[in-house]
């Protein structure tokens, strides 16, 4: 009932106030409940001056240390050092293992990559047929293939 104390008819916000002023733990958790709202209420109606921002940024850097010569050269070499510890690991490897596979993949589906002379289209005018092969003779120019038929 803490939580919804503001919502809560009158009838039921008595027996609530009866209640924590018997209760030491109960009005301890209520009065903890109350400051967390009182303390967002207040947030949220802060309206700055004019002058709030007026320096702010001076003012931060006055508080915070600066780093001293020797920590900000330490930085910068260490970023520096940083690109020669960077693994070489990485998508590089995928790269290149596709642009091999492609490469391989070209030169095996295209045979002209490799041969220096230019071959001619290859005309066939082979019939498949089913039936018994005899014989095949080839003369260098053909192959004539015999068959026996069904």
């Known amino acids: ?3 919804s104390y ?3 008819g009158s009838s039921c916000r008595n027996r609530l106030d009866e209640h ?3 209760c030491p733990d109960c009005s301890a958790e209520f009065s903890l409940h109350q400051g967390s709202i009182n303390a967002v209420r207040e947030a949220v109606s802060f309206q700055e001056s ?3 921002w007026k320096g702010y940024r001076v003012n931060v850097e006055r508080r ?3 780093a001293s010569v020797l920590s900000r050269v330490r930085a910068e070499l260490e970023g520096l050092t940083s690109l020669f510890r960077t693994p070489i690991l990485g998508p590089v ?3 290149v293992f596709s642009l091999v596979l492609i490469a391989v993949l070209s030169v095996s589906l295209y045979p002209q990559f490799l041969s220096s002379r230019s071959t001619q289209a290859f005309a ?3 019939v498949a047929y089913e039936g018994e092969l ?4 080839d003369n260098g120019v053909e192959t004539i293939y015999t068959v026996r038929g069904r």
Do not use: G, K, W
């Open 50 to 52: 004019r002058d709030f």
């Open 20 to 22: 924590l002023t018997s």
């Open 93 to 95: 490897p995928a790269y």
């Open 6 to 8: 503001a919502e809560l």
């Open 64 to 66: 915070v240390p600066s």
């Open 1 to 3: 009932m803490i939580l």
């Open 124 to 126: 066939n005018d082979l």
């Open 134 to 137: 005899i014989s095949a003779v």
